[in-house]
């Protein structure tokens, strides 16, 4: 019954190779977000999908690729893999505002440690 | 653009001990602040979180209070532990541009020794 759920939780793969990282939500939520923590722990938001509709793509090099498949669901998919894509992936999840309604937190999943050798 | 200036790291304190960690940020609108840890191996937790002016968030013995006049969003707590042995975010949500993302400051490491 976790809330949002990553997998794979490490992930080990050789320069060039390409690798996918899932999130699922049980929430509800309707907006989720892929963030990157580097190794001084800095967190940096890559991706954000709103009903399925990419809304934040920050500046990302193209060989990242979110999809969604469906609002309890978003997925990374990064291509020809680099030493420097080693890091803390994070998924998250949250709900648009409504009207009237002040922001809210996000929930985090437990990350997935990507390392590129 | 929105952004959350913390205060430099790493912080180490003796069991006990009082904690202040300070926060501030600049936002167009009106944000919601939250403060967020993560303990070794983990993911990021709530701590605790204020949607407007004046209120006071509160967990597990730590505290903020929103401070539009300051701009602030300072963590305390009375009296640490060697459990509270984390990394601490402050974080912003706001609308506008940022569609709602979580602005996050660069976090403290807090390590407490007994």
């Known amino acids: 019954d976790t809330a949002v759920s990553q997998t794979p939780k490490y992930l080990v793969t050789q320069m060039g190779n390409d690798k996918s990282i899932k999130c699922e939500q049980n929430l509800g939520h309707d907006t989720m977000y892929w963030y990157k923590q580097d190794s001084k722990k800095f967190l940096k938001i890559m991706f954000s999908?709103?009903?399925?509709?990419?809304?934040i793509n920050e500046t990302v090099p193209n060989r990242f690729s979110p999809k969604s498949p469906d609002k309890a669901h978003l997925n990374l998919h990064i291509n020809s893999l680099e030493l420097g894509d080693s890091a803390v992936y994070f998924c998250?999840?949250?709900?648009?505002?409504?009207?009237?309604?002040?922001?809210?937190?996000?929930?985090f999943g437990q990350g997935t440690r990507l390392t590129v050798v | 653009g929105n952004s959350v200036t913390q205060m430099e790291g790493p912080v180490t304190l003796s069991e006990e001990a009082f904690l202040t960690i300070n926060c501030t940020y600049t936002?167009?609108?009106?944000?919601?602040l939250f403060w967020y840890v993560q303990y070794p191996g983990e993911g990021l937790q709530l701590l605790l979180k204020?949607?407007?002016?004046?209120d006071k968030g509160s967990n597990k013995g730590f505290e903020a209070t929103y401070r539009k006049e300051t701009t602030s969003f300072h963590l305390e707590k009375g009296s640490v532990q060697v459990s509270d042995s984390a990394v601490y975010f402050c974080?912003?949500?706001?609308?506008?541009?940022?569609?709602?993302?979580?602005?996050f400051g660069q976090g403290t490491i807090l390590t407490v020794h007994p």
């Open positions: 999908y709103n009903n399925k509709e990419l809304i």
């Open positions: 998250a999840s949250s709900f648009a505002p409504g009207q009237g309604v002040r922001w809210t937190e996000a929930f």
């Open positions: 204020a949607t407007k002016a004046d």
């Open positions: 936002a167009t609108g009106y944000p919601s």
């Open positions: 974080a912003l949500r706001a609308g506008g541009t940022s569609y709602g993302k979580l602005t």
